[in-house]
């Protein structure tokens, strides 16, 4: 990060990156930890991505949750990780919108089965979303490093 | 002592947890290694259609093989549009008793849109009792306070395990259960399983 920032700007960034990134591990380690169909079951069961593309998506979202999350805390190449981070939250956070706005009486499927979409978790991911679109926004504002 | 009296403290609220099965709701061999425990109630859409299309295929591909032990669970709903579901599962639950569960499951699923909304619960569960005789028995069986124990005693396990919807399916397999996203797709159902069998 840039000189441009404050101290108490850039605790607060990689507080941002370190709660990000833990929710990520965290969120593909219990998908992880289950058998794959379980989380194709629920990727399924919001009816927005074709029944081919499931069981890819089921079988490496995870690992890429975790690999995500593990890069937004290490801080290397911010303005790419922090931008893949904001990018899934941005899908993440409108299938549950738009799950919601259905009527669609479902899980999350953010932290593995068993917890439905409610205000609560809208709120939980719009504040992550928030979060990462913060964080990549003070990474493109800071100067680029040179070797 | 003291380790045996720890040990009973430990293993005692797990007994407790565990359910019994009503024999004569479930299909297929105990011994499987896999158990399914369908969570639902008779006037739930969702559960119709499960009833109707997964329940066979599940049936012709895992449970007449010993693969798979399904356990019907009754988790009947509140509110409006399901003020007759525990009328019907005391009638179901009180058709098991007498062997006839499967039949009058049947029957309520098929005939849902009509009782669920008019009410008369009675007219499905009966046209699944031809015997004069068992119409009576089911009757009187469905007051039973160990009939509405069951029911009651199953509602209250879907909640502690934090069921709130139907149908839900949970999947037992060498003691680690895993509770299904609602009405799953069956090709992901049988990956599932099929992930838990032996090659």
């Given at each position: 990060?840039?000189?441009?920032?404050?101290?108490?700007?850039r605790w607060t960034l990689v507080a941002l990156r370190v709660i990000l990134g833990a929710v990520f591990i965290y969120?593909?380690?219990?998908?992880?930890?289950?058998?794959?169909?379980?989380?194709?079951?629920?990727?399924?069961?919001?009816?927005?991505?074709?029944?081919?593309?499931?069981?890819?998506?089921?079988?490496?979202?995870?690992?890429?949750?975790?690999?995500?999350?593990?890069?937004?805390?290490?801080?290397?190449?911010?303005?790419?990780?922090?931008?893949?981070?904001?990018?899934?939250?941005?899908?993440?956070?409108?299938?549950?919108?738009?799950?919601?706005?259905?009527?669609?009486?479902?899980?999350?499927?953010?932290?593995?089965?068993?917890?439905?979409?409610?205000?609560?978790?809208?709120?939980?991911?719009?504040?992550?979303?928030?979060?990462?679109?913060?964080?990549?926004?003070?990474?493109?504002?800071?100067?680029?490093?040179?070797? | 002592?003291?380790?045996?009296?720890?040990?009973?403290?430990?293993?005692?609220?797990?007994?407790?947890?565990?359910?019994?099965?009503?024999?004569?709701?479930?299909?297929?061999?105990?011994?499987?290694?896999?158990?399914?425990?369908?969570?639902?109630?008779?006037?739930?859409?969702?559960?119709?259609?499960?009833?109707?299309?997964?329940?066979?295929?599940?049936?012709?591909?895992?449970?007449?093989?010993?693969?798979?032990?399904?356990?019907?669970?009754?988790?009947?709903?509140?509110?409006?549009?399901?003020?007759?579901?525990?009328?019907?599962?005391?009638?179901?639950?009180?058709?098991?008793?007498?062997?006839?569960?499967?039949?009058?499951?049947?029957?309520?699923?098929?005939?849902?849109?009509?009782?669920?909304?008019?009410?008369?619960?009675?007219?499905?569960?009966?046209?699944?009792?031809?015997?004069?005789?068992?119409?009576?028995?089911?009757?009187?069986?469905?007051?039973?306070?160990?009939?509405?124990?069951?029911?009651?005693?199953?509602?209250?396990?879907?909640?502690?395990?934090?069921?709130?919807?139907?149908?839900?399916?949970?999947?037992?397999?060498?003691?680690?259960?895993?509770?299904l996203p609602p009405a799953p797709d069956y090709r992901l159902l049988k990956s599932m399983i099929d992930g838990f069998l032996p090659k």
């Amino acid at each position: 990060m840039g000189s441009y920032q404050s101290k108490p700007l850039r605790w607060t960034l990689v507080a941002l990156r370190v709660i990000l990134g833990a929710v990520f591990i965290y969120g593909g380690y219990v998908k992880l930890r289950d058998p794959w169909p379980l989380f194709a079951m629920g990727i399924d069961s919001y009816h927005l991505v074709p029944f081919r593309f499931v069981e890819p998506l089921a079988r490496t979202l995870p690992a890429a949750e975790v690999a995500l999350g593990l890069w937004l805390i290490l801080g290397f190449w911010l303005r790419i990780s922090s931008t893949l981070v904001s990018l899934f939250l941005v899908v993440f956070f409108s299938a549950m919108v738009h799950a919601k706005l259905a009527g669609q009486q479902i899980n999350c499927g953010c932290f593995g089965p068993g917890e439905p979409i409610s205000k609560w978790t809208l709120l939980r991911d719009g504040s992550l979303l928030a979060a990462g679109l913060f964080v990549s926004w003070h990474a493109f504002r800071a100067p680029r490093r040179t070797p | 002592m003291k380790l045996y009296a720890a040990a009973l403290m430990v293993v005692l609220p797990c007994l407790a947890a565990t359910p019994d099965v009503d024999k004569n709701r479930a299909i297929g061999f105990p011994t499987a290694p896999v158990k399914l425990e369908i969570f639902s109630d008779f006037t739930c859409p969702h559960c119709r259609v499960l009833h109707e299309t997964v329940l066979p295929q599940l049936k012709s591909d895992y449970v007449v093989n010993g693969k798979v032990y399904i356990v019907d669970r009754a988790f009947p709903l509140t509110g409006a549009g399901h003020e007759h579901s525990r009328e019907a599962f005391e009638y179901a639950v009180a058709a098991a008793r007498i062997g006839k569960y499967q039949q009058v499951a049947d029957a309520l699923y098929a005939q849902q849109a009509t009782w669920a909304i008019g009410g008369n619960v009675w007219a499905a569960v009966a046209s699944a009792l031809p015997s004069p005789a068992d119409q009576k028995k089911v009757q009187a069986l469905a007051k039973d306070p160990g009939v509405l124990a069951e029911i009651e005693a199953e509602y209250q396990e879907a909640i502690a395990i934090g069921l709130n919807q139907t149908p839900t399916l949970v999947l037992t397999v060498g003691g680690k259960h895993y509770n299904l996203p609602p009405a799953p797709d069956y090709r992901l159902l049988k990956s599932m399983i099929d992930g838990f069998l032996p090659k």
